[in-house]
Structures are given as structure tokens and as C-alpha cells.
């Protein structure tokens, strides 16, 4: 158990709609990181916040929105689902000053868009 | 250009030898970062190991190492004694800070230890 946490598990939604996944960092981890990883397109990093603030972005799409709230939770909102966007959604979490750059992976949201 | 290559779909090892996962990367950055992940059956993410592109020694985890030849642009993972709970997906990726510290992954080597 990484200390990580995501929910829900498991996500079954239609064509057109919206979600959202939370995610709750290991006690004391400022970073909270967002990866998708689908069979087209692998293993892709959405976006990156530290203590509230966006920090780096990757190949997140417009459609997506992600915020990091004061108790450091994170949520990543996906609207006007694509059947594309079946995907596991990963968050992960660092600490402030890792030790080697070390993340903390929580284990995944499954998405099924049908 | 692909950022992240990784040119062994599927390896194969014999439990307690050592083996080694090819990685190269291209950028142009001077400042970037190399990581290795493993992903068992189970779906779970782990991160191995790190490597900075300042870092004068080869980064080294338990029995990962990284086998990081700047030059070629390769980093490579090498696992020693190989163990059945190895047998996983791994991923390379990197981190470039030119690109605003976006992470760039490869596709995969399927690492599969006999026992």
C-alpha cells in the first residue's frame, strides 16, 4: 500500500458525459501528478500541481480540468466523454524534497466510456 | 523523434541472473531526468529508480541499477539476481525542464523471469 489513495476504482459511463476522480497524496506529499495510460496512446502524464499550484502540464486535453485543493487532495475532471478516454487513470504523489525524485503511485481509476 | 525508445517488447530471464532493459532518450535539455517504473500483472504503478542528468554516478536501488551512459543517451535498467516477482511491464520515461517538466514515457519492454 503506497499510501495513496484514488476513487472510485472502477468508472462505467457513457459517450458525452462527465467525471470525476479524486485522489488523496501520502500524508505529507505536497505533489500530486496525474498519468493516463491506454492502449492506444500508453502511458501519457496529464499534469503535475505542488501545494495548490499547477507545476508542470503534459498532453492533457481541453475536454480535462485538474485542481489540487488545500488539504491537498486532487481532483482530475473529464467532461464530454470520448469512448477514447476508456483509459486507468493514475495519480501519484511526492514528497517535498524527495529522496530521489520518488513517487508514490496510487492504484489507478479504471475508466470504461461506452 | 520519439523522446523515450524502448526497443525490447518482451525479455526473458532466468531467475537469479541479471538482466537488462534498454532505454534511450533524445533531447537537447541539458537538465532532465530519467525514471524507471514497473508495472506488475496487477496493474499497480512502482517507481525504481531515478537518474539526473548532473548525477556523476550511475543511480543504484537495491538490486536496480541504472546504467546511465550520457554520450550514447542511453539509460539503461539493469536488474541483478532476478527474482519471479519481477516478472512485469517496465517503463522508462523522462523528465526535460526545457518542455516545462512534462514526463515522456516509452512503450514497454514485458519482462518475464523463468523460474
Known amino acids: 500500500d503506497s499510501g495513496v489513495t484514488q476513487t472510485p476504482k472502477h468508472l462505467i459511463t457513457a459517450t458525452g458525459q462527465r467525471v470525476t476522480l479524486r485522489c488523496s497524496p501520502r500524508?505529507?506529499?505536497?505533489?500530486v501528478y496525474w498519468y493516463q495510460q491506454s492502449l492506444d496512446q500508453g502511458l501519457q502524464f496529464l499534469i503535475q500541481y505542488y501545494n495548490g499550484e499547477e507545476r508542470a502540464k503534459g498532453n492533457i486535453l481541453e475536454r480535462f480540468s485538474a485542481q489540487q485543493f488545500p488539504d491537498l487532495h486532487s481532483e482530475l475532471n473529464l467532461s464530454s466523454l470520448e469512448l477514447g478516454d476508456s483509459a486507468l487513470y493514475f495519480c501519484?504523489?511526492?514528497?517535498?524534497?524527495?529522496?530521489?525524485?520518488?513517487?508514490?503511485f496510487g492504484p489507478g481509476t479504471r475508466l470504461t466510456v461506452l | 523523434a520519439q523522446k523515450i525508445t524502448q526497443t525490447q517488447p518482451g525479455m526473458f530471464v532466468q531467475e537469479k541472473e541479471a538482466v537488462t532493459l534498454d532505454c534511450t532518450y533524445d533531447t537537447s535539455d541539458p537538465s532532465y531526468g530519467l525514471f524507471w517504473y514497473k508495472q506488475p500483472s496487477s496493474g499497480e504503478m512502482i517507481f525504481l529508480i531515478y537518474?539526473?542528468?548532473?548525477?556523476?554516478q550511475n543511480a543504484t536501488e537495491g538490486r536496480y541499477s541504472l546504467n546511465f551512459q550520457k554520450a550514447r543517451k542511453s539509460a539503461n535498467l539493469v536488474i541483478s539476481a532476478s527474482q519471479l516477482g519481477d516478472s512485469a511491464m517496465y517503463f522508462c520515461?523522462?523528465?526535460?525542464?526545457?518542455?516545462?517538466?512534462?514526463?515522456?514515457f516509452g512503450t514497454g519492454t514485458s519482462l518475464t523471469v523463468i523460474p
Open positions: 501519484a504523489s511526492s514528497p517535498p524534497g524527495g529522496r530521489n525524485n520518488e513517487q508514490f
Open positions: 500524508s505529507g506529499d505536497l505533489s
Open positions: 520515461a523522462m523528465r526535460e525542464a526545457y518542455t516545462g517538466n512534462q514526463f515522456y
Open positions: 537518474q539526473g542528468s548532473y548525477d556523476q
